[in-house]
């Protein structure tokens, strides 16, 4: 698929193909990123914006950052530098992408994999413009704080249009919802109180950190999923 192709997912709200963690653009006043990927996407993300939304880097007026894990965070730095974006998180993980604090490390053998994986991927930090807090408001989204995967975790709502992006609170593929992946989630049970939070909100259309779009009865099929947690 070429760069240039459309993946407009509902009007108004783009999905950047083949960076992962997903990246989503909500277009509206200014552009808007939902996470960037792991390093390395920038230009893909910025070719999008130009061939596909005919837009300019400058366009890009928010970037919001789902959570500090590189996969959502990787191109901030770069992205912040050539746009201009105002920069947001979470609170709890703002001094992770600052580079105040370590990112911390995986036991066992994924430890040993993502200390090569962050060597291999060199992470820039970014000092972040805004530190989001639970039902503060950006760009038209609520934030909803949904710790647990890690402790800044968010989903952010549009009500609106009935839209959730679920960071990595929530995955999606093969037809099934899922929680987040257990290895990269400290806090399992916090986690879980988090998809029960999120159950409790209205959405027709959830846009995950990873896995596709699931793009009707959305709230439903949560709410359905977090009867099964424990
Ligand atoms: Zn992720
Ligand atoms: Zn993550």
Same mark, same amino acid.
């Given at each position: &698929?070429? @760069? ?13 193909? =083949? %960076?992962? *963690?997903? @990246?989503?653009?909500? &277009?509206? #006043? =200014?552009? %808007? ?40 965070? *990787? ?5 912040? #530098? ?21 990112? /911390?490390? /995986? ?13 291999? +991927?060199? +992470? ?9 807090? #639970? ?19 968010? @989903? ?10 679920? =960071? ?10 899922? =929680?987040?992946?257990?290895? +990269?989630?400290?806090? &399992? ?8 939070? %999120? ?8 846009? /995950?950190?990873? *896995? ?9 099929? %949560? ?8």
């Amino acid at each position: &698929m070429q @760069c240039s192709e459309s993946m407009e997912i509902i009007p108004g709200v783009h999905q950047i193909d =083949g %960076v992962n *963690g997903n @990246c989503y653009i909500i &277009m509206g #006043d =200014g552009m %808007v990123l939902v996470d960037t990927g792991l390093p390395g996407n920038t230009g893909k993300i910025l070719t999008y914006v130009h061939d596909t939304l005919g837009g300019i880097p400058s366009d890009i007026e928010t970037i919001i950052l789902t959570h500090y894990h590189l996969d959502h965070t *990787g191109n901030a730095y770069e992205l912040w #530098d050539i746009t201009g974006a105002k920069v947001a998180i979470h609170v709890d993980d703002a001094d992770y992408v600052a580079g105040i604090r370590a990112m /911390p490390v /995986p036991q066992g053998l994924i430890g040993l994999l993502y200390r090569m994986f962050k060597i291999f +991927f060199k +992470f820039k930090p970014v000092q972040p413009d805004i530190l989001l807090h #639970d039902n503060d408001q950006i760009a038209g989204l609520t934030c909803i704080h949904t710790p647990g995967h890690t402790s800044g975790s968010i @989903c952010l709502y549009d009500p609106k249009f009935r839209v959730l992006f679920a =960071g990595d609170t929530l995955r999606y593929s093969d037809g099934k919802l899922g =929680g987040p992946s257990p290895r +990269f989630t400290p806090d &399992m049970e916090q986690a879980e109180q988090s998809i029960k939070k %999120v159950a409790g909100l209205e959405f027709d259309i959830l846009l /995950p950190g990873h *896995g596709v779009p699931l793009m009707s009865g959305a709230s439903e099929k %949560v709410r359905e999923f977090s009867l099964s947690l424990p």
